[in-house]
């Protein structure tokens, strides 16, 4: 992996935008600030792998604009040693981002290629998921929970109550809901399992599809 000097200057500037843009937790700017973007995307974008955009990763999916994966992540309230359960691992930029934070990241892929991908490249990178799994999110991960937090990378129709079910009491789970566009969604778990639901803004993600993708 080459990581070069322009590089880091590069993220620095990324943070630089990021915290102008209302991102203040300083744990998730320096998480942003450490893990390489550019060797999360193909070759042909590496000079716009430190633009606040999102880019396309391959199997009709996206890696996320650096706000967008920096807000989730502000309203999950990490802290270290939380079993965070992702779903949508993707390129796993975002699990990344949470594994630098101190995060014990379980994370769901429902493209079969790009879960072998990113299974793979993570290994190689030397950051370890606690389980990285090929299945449908919308069930979550029942052998693993309950989870003190729970973040969906992709827009999701509804709520689905299989991961509510699985957030511990006084956990959190953020996702974003909609069809053309999303309304991000904080979902806090009471002590005693009554639930509080917050909007957050509109974004835009690709669709959270159900069962699990063959190709």
């Given amino acids: 992996m080459l990581d070069t000097y322009k590089h880091k200057g590069m993220r620095k500037k990324l943070r630089d935008i990021l915290e102008r843009k209302g991102i203040s937790d300083q744990r998730i700017l320096n998480a942003i600030e450490t893990v390489p973007r550019h060797v999360f995307m193909d070759s042909s974008f590496l000079e716009f792998a430190y ?3 999102p880019f396309p990763i391959g199997s009709g999916q996206t890696i996320s604009q650096p706000y967008t994966v920096a807000f989730q992540t502000e309203l999950l309230n990490v802290e270290k040693g ?7 691992t993707g390129s796993g930029y975002q699990s990344c981002i949470l594994l630098e934070m101190g995060a014990k990241v379980y994370t769901i892929e429902r493209q079969k290629a790009l879960y072998l991908k990113t299974k793979n490249f993570l290994q190689e990178l030397g950051y370890r998921p606690k389980m990285i799994t ?3 999110g919308y069930k979550g991960m029942p052998t693993e929970a309950p989870f003190d937090k729970i973040i ?3 827009g999701a129709p509804f709520i689905p109550q299989d991961l509510v079910d699985q957030l511990k009491p006084g956990g959190i789970l953020v996702i974003p809901v909609g069809t053309d566009f999303q309304i991000m969604k904080r979902i806090m778990k009471g002590p005693d399992n009554s639930v509080v639901e917050e909007d957050h803004g509109s974004f835009r ?3 959270l599809l159900s069962k699990k993708a063959d190709d």
């Fill in 134 to 136: 090929y299945g449908d």
């Fill in 51 to 53: 633009e606040d955009k």
């Fill in 152 to 154: 969906v990378t992709a």
């Fill in 205 to 207: 993600f690709v669709p």
């Fill in 82 to 88: 939380d079993k965070i359960l992702e779903i949508g």
